[in-house]
């Protein structure tokens, strides 16, 4: 840590709760979320004198209460923060921690734990968080001693941020909570972010001065505003085609006429085509998962030339364990995003065959992904959601975010919506269901003058609707779109590929969901026409609380 310095008196004795409360708010902590708990009574009545310092969030389970830190967090771009008692808590927390896990989001989960005296005795609703938590966090650590806890806060907050971003577990053993110590509080330290070799720079350049058809795969761990602004930069300077990767469709701006569509969950087949047949990829921060690739299937593992022998792979990443992980990249580079497409800007413009051949591969690229943006859907349905996206499109601006969960509905707002400004989609790259609510009103929370819809499907929407009380307890005036097939769609759509003629355990009844929506507190809706949803929509965008449309269709 850099410059050590107290924010407490020297002589004057905290709680460890205290000083836990004040490291949070030294470190720039702004929102909490949590489910409160028995097990960090301490640290709750520490924030008691410092709500005006740091505002938590009551949340209604512990999975909202984790996915709702991991949104804030990429919304942020810094920790989010969630506390959860023992146990059950911590184990209803476990699903946020697996979407930042894959999402590549920095995290703290703080959870309390038995005293420390009564660790290993199977005490009430004692877990082995270290075991719990092993394969899903970048570490798991415990505050054993009140005195360590800036130091060991320190520790988690860096790991948290640092390389590839994700998730860190602190345990907080009860009794060490109340334990009082003179301490001091310490500076946050800088988070250092590996930047790109200037041989590697001059090697890129060669790249690009031979190659005539490039793609860039944008998207992934590391990503910030800055750095969408300098791939715009580079983009133009050098003629590139721009692809997005899954569910990280606003890191390039969806107007752009360098843009060419999402490489996500069942992309543009032309799309692909494209990809495997340019002569350089240059894939900037993403993971090159099975999302990405369609199951590995776009591209050979490793060596990805039997579509195309000729083409080149250039992969940046934050963390040098992702580079040659699955694909053998011909010029890896351990950089952060932004770092990188900073250095990128000043490779000088490339001569004017290469920017020729890949002027071609743009337009063709933007004009089948306005085709395929464009194309009528389920165009006998009564409800088309294919018009409810055009009215969107229209009627939001560029900063109204859009949340979803899993499923899929979600390739609505993932294909179907414009993204005009990084940081406006908010989506779990691991599928999880019920994200879609809690990560609305964590999107509200971060930016309240934004328009925030929230996509669920009904499914999606109960696994965790109930926070729906937490946007009418906190007034956040968000809209929520329920679309109602009354079924998990997504498996019944596998069984109908796999077991044609034999659905099971798919089919489901639901609440009436607008009048749900009213008990909470909230507006609610129907829509079963196209021709509705345009006027019910403003009504709910000027309904003063939140908002809850739900749109019913058939399977």
Known sequence: MNNPQSTQPKNS?????EILIDGLIKYGAEKIFCVPGESYL??????????????????????????????????????????????????????GIHTAFQDSTPVLLFIGQVSRGEVGREAFQELDFKQVYGGVAKKVITFNDASRIPEQLGQAWQIAVSGRPGPVVVELPEDMLTDRVKVADLEPGEVVAASPSPQSIAQLSRYLERSKTVIVLCGGAGWTPQASAYLQQFAEKQNL???????????FDNTHPNYIGEMGSAPNPKLVKQVQSADLLIAIAPRLGDMTTSGYRVFNVPDRKSQNPAQKLIHVHIGAEEINSV?????????????FLEAACAIPEAGRESRIGRSKMIKKGNKIYLEFLNQPRNGDAALRMDKVMEIL???????????????????WAQRHYQFRQPKTQLASTNGSMGYGVPSAIAAKLARPQSTVVSFSGDGCF?????????????????????INNKSYGTIRSHQQRHYPGRPIATALENPDFAALAEAYGASGAVVTRTNQFASVFEKAL????????????DY
């Open 13 to 17: 004795s905290r709680s460890g709760g």
């Open 42 to 95: 301490a640290a709750l009545d520490a924030w008691y004198d410092r709500q005006e310092q740091i505002q938590i969030i009551t949340c209604r389970q512990e999975g909202g209460a984790a996915y709702m830190a991991e949104a804030y967090a990429k919304l942020t771009d810094k920790p989010g923060i969630c506390f959860v008692s023992r146990g059950p808590g911590a184990s209803n927390a476990m699903v």
């Open 241 to 251: 085609a721009v692809a997005t990767v899954f569910r990280r469709t606003d890191c």
């Open 327 to 339: 694909y053998r990249a011909d010029l890896g580079i351990v950089s952060h995003p932004e770092h």
């Open 393 to 411: 499109r229209d009627r939001l601006s560029a900063d109204a975010i859009i949340t979803n969960g899993a499923g899929n509905y979600t390739i």
């Open 462 to 482: 109960l696994m965790n609707g109930q926070e729906l009380a937490t946007a009418v307890q906190y007034q956040l005036n968000i809209i929520f779109l329920i």
């Open 542 to 553: 000027n309904a003063g609380r939140p908002a809850v449309i739900e749109l019913r269709m």
